[in-house]
């Protein structure tokens, strides 16, 4: 059976596995990215060091998600969680070190593709993936490919405005969706209700405010707190109405949430699911499903593997 093996890089870690061609984990393990270090050469030992770990003479090759925008070439551009990963190409270092197929990919396009062939998006014609996390990651598939562009680096769903007048985004635009629906964002907006004068479960269950986070936010909800919920069903509007351009553009099977925000479970879900209803064009939205991603915590591993089996 083939084998490649798949490298999430991440701002903090690098989670790394041998993997089949069914999608199945062989072998795998973290290090550090050591990205603090601030030194390219470091990081590039530490995925060495990953790679070697898990290293088969038979692999047909490497796949490599990582932040930033990606070109066709293998070359990373705009990476803010790697300050020396500009204009630099990520392929050929790798490529030149072990003498196999490399196949470099922005995360969110890795995790897209990753759906498509081994998870939720098994099937489809056409998928868009989500990575809801401190930032919003997006990919697209289109008949079987991800969607490109003139630079291969389409898709950066979470910097599309949703508001031309809105707020500030981390991209340096304003009114992007991210602005709406990333990690901080979803912070705010409990920490500013409950700085209004609402009660909320959540002032005990932190302590301090700025301790509050998404998964208690959920947490919090469970227990039926009205903040919660409200901060959930607000998000998850934002976030259904951007969804409802994307099922009118694109008219996909299925729209997949990831990452650790989707979590937060079925208000999400709900919620967004009503809002595309409510809002995108009537035959495209009645038969688009929005589902949870399907392939757990490893799936950037996963992902990083289906990069090579893609064909
Ligand atoms: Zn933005």
């Known amino acids: 059976m083939k084998k490649a093996i798949g490298v999430d890089l991440g701002g903090t870690y690098i989670k790394y596995g041998l993997v089949d061609e069914t999608g199945k984990i062989l072998k795998s393990g973290m290090l550090p990215t050591k990205a603090e270090e601030k030194n390219r050469d470091v990081v590039i030992e530490q995925i060495s060091l990953a790679i070697k770990n898990v290293w088969e003479n038979d692999i047909e090759g490497i ?15 705009e990476s803010p969680n790697l300050p020396d990963w500009h204009n630099f190409n990520v392929k050929e270092v790798f490529e030149k070190k072990f003498n196999k197929l490399v ?16 998870g939720a998006g098994k099937g489809t014609r056409a998928i868009v993936c989500l990575t809801l996390g401190t930032g ?3 990919g697209v598939v289109i008949n079987g490919k991800l969607l490109r562009g003139a630079i291969y680096s389409a898709a950066e769903l979470g910097h599309m405005p949703v508001d031309y007048k809105g707020r500030k985004c981390g991209c340096g635009s304003t009114g992007c969706i991210e602005a709406y629906v990333g990690r901080d964002y979803i912070v705010h907006s409990a920490i500013r209700k409950i700085k209004m004068g609402k009660e909320s479960v959540l002032t005990e269950m932190a302590g301090n405010l700025s301790e509050i986070t998404p998964k208690m936010i959920s947490e919090a909800y469970q227990k039926g707190d009205k903040v919660a919920e409200e901060v959930w069903v607000e998000m998850a509007t934002a976030l259904g109405a951007f969804l409802a351009g994307m099922v009118n553009m694109l008219n996909p099977d299925r729209i997949i949430l990831a990452g650790g925000i989707a979590q937060a479970g079925e208000i999400l879900f709900s919620t967004v699911r009503k809002t ?11 038969t688009v ?10 799936s950037g591993i996963v992902s990083g593997a289906a990069l090579v089996f893609q064909k």
């Open 63 to 77: 796949g490599i998600g990582t932040p930033g925008v990606v070109d066709n070439y293998g070359a990373v551009f």
């Open 103 to 118: 196949v470099v990919e922005n995360d969110a396009n890795s995790i897209a593709w990753g759906e498509y062939l081994f």
């Open 136 to 138: 919003l990651g997006g």
């Open 276 to 286: 595309i209803k409510e809002r995108a064009m009537r035959v495209l939205s009645e």
């Open 289 to 298: 499903e929005v589902v949870p991603a399907g392939l757990g915590n490893d």
